[in-house]
């Protein structure tokens, strides 16, 4: 890392805590954060009573059901409220909860066998007809979510979905708890991809799917199989849910929690005051927030990466697929180039607390189908690299003002969207343009400022012709296959990367073969390797995920994609 790279950065951070005034530069003793262990968490009986507060950085959306939700703010809120009928162990496994299964050995046919006695929020017991009717919604015509990816497999999905068959011939109903499934062709990844989220068929009753997004039942009063049920929605600024007695575990012991929304930048301070009772902390305040006694940090290597991506082109809604058709950023030298042109390690340094390390590929290093790091280019940081592209693709400064015209001699600038977040937000924003600015390609602000979390990725999902390159993350599910991010026909390929290599690749790493671990494996890689020479985004980060919990609140186990892991044995001691 060049000493003036971290000169530059640590200008920046420093600057921008000396305009929030709320916190102090991070020292650069770095300190090991411990946990007691469990036996000396649970030396007292757990007690019943009791509420606490769990934080969020961002605004929600308010899309409580897991059929609409889009993102982390309303993900952590449904966590409290529904359970699905699989999970997901520490090892990413996916196990029976609410439901069993039976597989065939041809691997075609699936029957689910349902507990009994489950219930709504409202007192309706789950039956095999609330998972169907998920079904019936996520595939219908006029759904426009992103999760079709996870019914398409069924055996008649795609003749429901245009309208040419009522019903879904590959779903039974045998009794109310027993259902069958028959998919299309055998699926590796089938229980890891599979819908498992029910939606409450008679709540809904009267609601078209088109409406159901926006209605009063998915936005006001929401329910779900969880073990908290929602009280009041203060739409923005905090959800307040409570106990629910008849949850099928068991009634939780605390009586509620508060889910509130705060600015990332007084983290520190509302969990030193006790206001907070527990948060996934900025990492740049860690190192501060880790010198309250009163709480406990939780660190784990997170299932996610941050990344810089291209809008490639745009979604066609008509046709549901991605259309890659902008020219400005078509020549994979200029990204690579930007790629170069980034010390992402001295950005880690700066804004991460060091709780971030480069990375190269968009599988982190806690996935088992991560391709090693000497198969894959590093893109270290290499301006000199990144000039010698930019110049053999054609952007020269031909008029001598230090930037660099397109190759046809016209002005190049780059928009660049960010989120707001903590207090780094915006030196992190500035030290990213000014890294390609060092290279001679000119970068502002869209709009000249950074935006809002979910204004940020509406615009995005949306296509706005002024977003051009954007900052994002991903959080990922327990199995590596890249579907629903990243084929021609996902929504949520953000970048409208269209590449039939990668779309085949992605098919085979869940084909018949890949029942071979070994060799889906070997396709995954392949499919890495791909992405990394296209760069059809800038991979940034595997990041560290870090839990504040103050030390009242027991019970609480974290693992690499949520902190939120059986909340009705959450207790406080007073």
């Not at 062709?185 to 409450?200: Q, T």
């Not at 709480?295 to 745009?314: C, R, T």
């Not at 020219?327 to 950005?347: G, S």
């Not at 915006?426 to 343009?433: H, I, K, L, T």
């Amino acid at each position: 890392m060049k000493k003036k790279n971290m000169m530059v950065l640590s200008a920046l951070l420093a600057l921008s805590m000396g305009v929030v005034g709320c916190s102090k530069p991070a020292n650069t003793t770095q300190t090991k954060s411990t946990e007691p262990t469990q036996a000396t968490a649970t030396e007292q009986q757990p007690k019943d009573g009791g509420k606490i507060v769990y934080a969020y950085e961002s605004p929600f959306q308010g899309l409580l059901d897991r059929g609409f939700y889009e993102g982390d703010d309303d993900d952590r809120i449904l966590r409290f409220m529904t359970d699905s009928l699989l999970d997901t162990g520490d090892d990413l496994k996916t196990y029976a909860k609410i439901a069993s299964w039976k597989e065939s050995p041809d691997h075609l046919t699936y029957t689910f066998t349902f507990k009994k006695g489950v219930k709504w929020h409202n007192g309706d017991e789950l039956t095999v007809e609330d998972w169907l009717y998920a079904f019936e919604v996520i595939g219908h015509k006029d759904y426009k979510g992103s999760r079709y990816s996870n019914v398409k497999m069924i055996e008649g999905m795609d003749e429901y979905n245009k309208g040419t068959a009522k019903t879904i011939s590959g779903v039974k109903i045998i009794d109310p708890y027993n259902i069958e499934i028959k998919l299309k062709k055998p699926m590796v990844n089938f229980l890891d991809n599979i819908w498992s989220n029910p939606m409450p068929k008679k709540y809904y009753a009267g609601i078209s799917v088109k409406d159901l997004p926006n209605s009063p039942k998915v936005r006001q009063q929401p329910i779900g199989l969880g073990p908290f049920k929602v009280k009041k929605i203060q739409p923005g600024e905090f959800v307040e849910l409570e106990r629910f007695d008849d949850y099928w575990q068991g009634k939780p012991h605390l009586d509620g929690i508060i889910y509130k929304i705060i600015d990332g930048k007084l983290a520190n301070s509302l969990l030193k005051k006790g206001e907070v009772d527990i948060m996934a902390i900025p990492r740049s305040q860690v190192k501060e927030i880790e010198k309250n006694d009163n709480l406990i940090l939780k660190e784990q290597d997170e299932l996610a990466y941050s990344y810089i991506g291209f809008k490639l082109g745009h979604w066609d809604e008509k046709q549901r697929k991605n259309v890659m058709d902008n020219p400005k950023f078509a020549d994979k030298r200029l990204r690579q180039a930007m790629a170069y042109a980034l010390d992402r390690k001295a950005l880690a340094e700066a804004f991460e607390n060091g709780k971030a390390e480069p990375l190269n590929s968009p599988m982190p290093p806690v996935s088992w189908a991560k391709v090693p790091a000497d198969q894959i280019n590093a893109y270290e940081y290499n301006p000199e690299k990144a000039k010698q592209l930019l110049d053999e693709a054609g952007y020269k400064d031909s008029n001598g003002d230090g930037f660099r015209e397109d190759p046809q001699g016209k002005k190049f600038t780059i928009n660049y969207d960010a989120m707001t977040r903590d207090e780094t937000a915006e030196p992190r924003a500035q030290a990213v343009m000014q890294f390609w600015k060092e290279v001679g390609l000119d970068a502002k602000l869209n709009g000249g400022a950074l935006k809002e979390f979910n204004l940020f990725y509406r615009t995005v999902e949306k296509d706005e012709p002024s977003v051009e390159v954007f900052a994002g993350a991903w959080s990922l599910a327990n199995d590596p296959d890249p579907t629903g991010l990243w084929k021609t026909d996902d929504l949520w390929n953000f970048p409208r990367w269209v590449n039939p290599e990668s779309d085949k690749l992605i098919e085979e790493g869940i084909s018949e073969k890949a029942f071979d671990e070994n060799y889906r494996k070997e396709v995954y890689y392949k499919w890495q390797k791909l992405v990394n020479e296209e760069v059809p985004m800038i991979i940034m980060h595997a990041r560290k995920d870090i839990t504040a919990v103050n030390k009242r609140l027991q019970g609480v186990r974290t693992n690499s994609f949520t902190n939120q892991i059986d909340t009705h044995k959450w207790w406080v001691t007073n």
